[in-house]
C-alpha cells in the first residue's frame, strides 16, 4: 500500500509539512496585516469619527465646516517642566519662567434657532439660519455676498453724566471690589496682571474640536498669522494654570456648569467644550431649547441656553409701544432659564452687547425709556440702555441670589470688549492686521465699555447685599485685561469662502468683520481657565472646611 496520494494532499508524509508551511505563511500574512492595521489607526484615528456618529456631531454637517491647517501639531505630552518663554515671532522681548504642562477633553454644536437673525427687528423668535449673528454691537451678513445688511447704530451711552474720565477713575475701584468677592480664599487678584508669549501654544486646535462655530474658527477661514494663539494671561501675584480638563471634571463630578446669556456666552460655551474634548468626548443630549452635553466618566453636564437680555421679553403692545417691538421688563427675570437653575450647580451669565438693539424698556409695568425705539420725542426717557443694562443685571443677579432652591454657585462674566477702530461695527470699524497684545502704554480707554463694566459691578455689589440663600456670587472680571487683546478677534476672517476681501479697498474702507467675538483657539480659552480656578477655589475651600 502507497501512501503517496497522486497530488500529496491526503498523504499524512506528505501533507504534514505542507500544513506547517501554510500555518507559518498564515501567521506571519496576519502578523503583517495587524502591523499595518496598527500604523494606519495612529495616523488616521476614526475613534473620533465613531464618536461623532453616535454623539451627534455629523447631525449638523450642514452648518459645520473645519477646514484645517497642515501645520497642526495635535500630539501633546503632559509635563511639568519650568520653561522659559521665548521671544514672540513678532519681536516681543518677554522672557518669563513658567511652570506649564499641556493637557489633554467634547460635543455637538450650537442650535441654529438661538442665535438672532441681526438683519431684522428682533422680536420674541431668534433667527439665524441665513445670516451670520452675534450680540448688539455685531453684525448680520449675506451669506452670498458678505456685505453687512443692518443691525443696530453705534453703541453709545445716552446719559452724559456717565463720561469716560469717570469710568476710567471708577474702572479700578469697581476691579477691587469684584476681586475682593472671588478672592475669599486667595490672596491673588486674578485680573491684575500681564499678557506673555508661550510657545507651547494652545490645548487644543481648530481641528481637533469639531463643534466651534465657523465664524470663531479663524485659522480655518484663511488667517494668515497664528501668534495671537499663544499669548497667555499671568496674574501678577500668582501663576494662572494653562486648563487642566482631568481637574475640571473631577471638580464638576455629578454636577452641571450652564452658560447662560447671548453668542459671546456661546463663544465662552464652545472653548471651554473644546478644552474638555482633549480629554473625553461626551454624549449630545441637548435640543434646540437647551444645549446639554454630558461627560459620562464623571457625569458632568454643560449646558448652554439663550438668553441675550436675561430679563423677561415680550412682544405683545403695553402703554404707547406697540406690539412688536420687543418689550423688556427690567424688573423681571428670564423665565426661560431661570425655571432650570435649581438643576444647575455653577451659572456663568454673560450679557450686555444686546442693549445696542433695538428695544422697549418696561419697570412697574410702565414704558420708561428704549434703545432706537422712542416715538415721542417731547417727553424724556426715564432709562436709556445704559441704565437699563445694570438694571437688568441686578435684577438677575438679585433672582438667582434669592431663589429659594438654588445653592450653587454664579459667576457673571463682565462685559466683553469690542476692538472696532476708527467707527463702529456698521460704520467703517475695523481691527485688520491686529497680530499681538497691546502694551500697556497703547491702550486706548473706551468711555462706553469702561461704563458699562461700571454698571455690571455696582449691580453685582448690590445683588450680594440683597442675597438670602446659600448660593454665591463671583465675579470674571475680564474686561480690563481684555481690552489688551485687539487681536485676538476673527476680524474679517469669519468664513472659509475663498473670494472674501481681507482687505482695504482703494478707498481705504476695510472689509467687513467681526472685532466681538473670539477666535477659537484664543484668548477666549483664557476665560475658562479663570472659571476653573474660581471653581478649584470655592469647591476646594468648602471641601477643606466641611472636613
Known amino acids: ?55 451627534g456631531v455629523d447631525n449638523v454637517s450642514d452648518n459645520l ?18 520653561l522659559t518663554i521665548k521671544n514672540s515671532p513678532s519681536g516681543s522681548s518677554l522672557e518669563i519662567p513658567v511652570s506649564s504642562s499641556s493637557f489633554n477633553g467634547s460635543v455637538d454644536v450650537s442650535d441654529k434657532s438661538s442665535e438672532p437673525n441681526l438683519a431684522v427687528n428682533v422680536g420674541d423668535k431668534e433667527k439665524d439660519n441665513s445670516v451670520v449673528s452675534g450680540d448688539g454691537g455685531d453684525f448680520a451678513t449675506d451669506n452670498a455676498s458678505g456685505n453687512v445688511v443692518k443691525g443696530s447704530d453705534e453703541i453709545r451711552p445716552v446719559d452724559s453724566s456717565d463720561d469716560g474720565s469717570e469710568a476710567e477713575s471708577a474702572i479700578s475701584n469697581v476691579s477691587n471690589n469684584g476681586t475682593k468677592s472671588i478672592s475669599d480664599y486667595s490672596a491673588c487678584d486674578l485680573y491684575d496682571g500681564s499678557w506673555f508669549y508661550d510657545p507651547m501654544g494652545p490645548v487644543y486646535t481648530n481641528n ?53 446669556g447671548d ?22 443630549r441637548g435640543n434646540k431649547r437647551m444645549q446639554r452635553y454630558y461627560f459620562r466618566s464623571t457625569s458632568t453636564m454643560i449646558v448652554r441656553i439663550w438668553s441675550s437680555w436675561l430679563v423677561h421679553k415680550a412682544s405683545e403692545a403695553i402703554d404707547f409701544a406697540p406690539e412688536g417691538v420687543v418689550k423688556l421688563h427690567l424688573d423681571a427675570p428670564d423665565e426661560d432659564f431661570m425655571q432650570y437653575i435649581p438643576t444647575f450647580d455653577v451659572i456663568v451669565l454673560s450679557s450686555g452687547h444686546w442693549f445696542a438693539k433695538q428695544s422697549v424698556y418696561v419697570l412697574n409695568n410702565e414704558v420708561v425709556g428704549g434703545q432706537l425705539w422712542w416715538p415721542d420725542k417731547s417727553r424724556p426717557m426715564k432709562v436709556n440702555n445704559v441704565e437699563a443694562f445694570g438694571i437688568s443685571t441686578e435684577t438677575i443677579l438679585t433672582s438667582i441670589a434669592t431663589h429659594p432652591n438654588y445653592t450653587g454657585l454664579t459667576i457673571l462674566r463682565t462685559y466683553s470688549p469690542d476692538h472696532y477702530e476708527g467707527g463702529a461695527w456698521n460704520t467703517g470699524g475695523s481691527c485688520t492686521g491686529k497680530v499681538k497684545p497691546l502694551s500697556p502704554g497703547e491702550l486706548v480707554e473706551n468711555g462706553f465699555t469702561d461704563t458699562m463694566h461700571k454698571k455690571q459691578v455696582t449691580a453685582f455689589d448690590s445683588a450680594i447685599k440683597k442675597g438670602t440663600n446659600k448660593s454665591k456670587l463671583r465675579l470674571l472680571d475680564i474686561t480690563k485685561p481684555f481690552s489688551y487683546r485687539h487681536d485676538g478677534h476673527p476680524g474679517p476672517y469669519r468664513s472659509p469662502d475663498p473670494n472674501k476681501v481681507t482687505k482695504r479697498g482703494p478707498d481705504g474702507r476695510p ?19 479663570l472659571v476653573l480656578e474660581i471653581i478649584r477655589v470655592e469647591f476646594e475651600s468648602n471641601s477643606s472646611s466641611s472636613s
Open 263 to 284: 453668542s459671546v456666552a456661546r463663544n465662552q460655551m464652545e472653548s471651554m467644550l473644546c478644552l474638555l474634548w482633549q480629554v473625553e468626548v461626551p454624549k449630545n
Open 1 to 55: 500500500m502507497t501512501l503517496d496520494s497522486p497530488k500529496g494532499i491526503f498523504g499524512g508524509l506528505v501533507v504534514f509539512p505542507r500544513s506547517i508551511s501554510s500555518i507559518a505563511v498564515s501567521v506571519g500574512g496576519l502578523a503583517i496585516f495587524l502591523i499595518f492595521a496598527s500604523v494606519l489607526l495612529v495616523s488616521y484615528p476614526i475613534g473620533s469619527t465613531v464618536h461623532q456618529y453616535f454623539y
Open 208 to 260: 481637533t474640536c469639531p463643534v466651534l462655530t465657523q465664524m470663531q474658527n479663524c485659522q480655518g477661514n484663511g488667517r494668515p498669522d497664528q501668534e495671537y494663539e499663544n499669548w497667555r494671561w499671568k496674574p501678577s501675584q500668582c501663576d494662572l494654570p494653562r486648563f487642566d480638563g482631568k481637574k475640571f471634571l473631577n471638580l464638576m463630578r455629578g454636577k452641571t456648569l450652564a452658560f447662560v
Open 511 to 529: 472689509p467687513p468683520q467681526d472685532c466681538l467675538h473670539w477666535c477659537m483657539p484664543g484668548p477666549v480659552d483664557t476665560w475658562n481657565e
Open 65 to 82: 465646516v473645519l477646514p484645517v491647517r497642515p501645520d497642526t501639531n495635535i500630539n501633546r505630552l503632559d509635563s511639568n517642566e519650568d
